[in-house]
């Protein structure tokens, strides 16, 4: 799901709480609750926060779907005139199957900052344009190099640069320490 450009005049944005691993079920499901009950309107906006990265897993490289905050989902809320979050809206949501609390005290619930939206909004846009690399090491970590001409070489990962999408692997070469500076793909965990 694309990431919404902005937000509409006179709406807040909302966290909502629900179980770990079923936040796109529940926005499915709030969803389809607005809209049985004729309120899409005064929710415009109901999503999982995501960011798109780019992994390796079995020597492939895949692109995903990451939770920012798993756990919770956004919801984006025209107000009354008083800025209360509409009745039939409070108690839809309130009854909806799955979706706990909003964040904040039980009957005021807290808006999200407009500085948090926009840049949970324009982060998800960002890696959706230019999908993150995630490298899955770490200093320290023990792997072993199964490409290139030092294949089958075991060391330890000395420098991760996610931005190169490189890790320098420092391994024994005739009795020496040698740095070696490979595609974080060609290693892998020992």
Do not use: C
């Not at 009950?37 to 779907?65: F, I, Y």
């Not at 919770?72 to 209360?84: A, K, R």
């Not at 999408?165 to 391994?171: A, C, F, P, S, Y």
């Amino acid at each position: 799901m694309d990431a919404p450009s902005s937000h509409a005049a006179g709406s807040r944005w909302f966290v909502l709480r629900v179980a770990s691993n079923l936040e796109k079920k529940m926005r499915d499901k709030l969803e389809r609750q607005l809209k049985t009950h004729g309120l899409e309107a005064l929710v415009p906006n109901v999503l999982v926060p995501t960011e798109t990265v780019s992994e390796m897993k079995a020597g492939r490289k895949r692109v995903v779907q990451r939770k920012l905050y798993p756990g919770y989902i956004m919801v984006e809320m025209h107000l009354d005139p008083d800025g209360q979050i509409p009745e039939k809206v409070w108690f839809l949501i309130r009854e909806t199957q799955g979706i706990g609390d909003f964040v904040g005290s039980s009957r005021a619930p807290v808006p999200m900052a407009d500085h948090e939206v926009d840049r949970i909004l324009s982060g998800m846009r960002d890696t959706e344009e230019t999908p993150q690399l995630k490298i899955n090491f770490k200093l320290g970590d023990r792997v072993k190099i199964n490409d290139g001409p030092f294949e089958s070489y075991t060391g330890v990962v000395d420098e991760v640069n996610e931005m190169k999408g490189m890790v320098r692997v420092i391994v024994t070469i005739f009795g020496r320490e040698t740095p070696v500076e490979l595609e974080y793909w060609k290693v892998e965990p020992t």
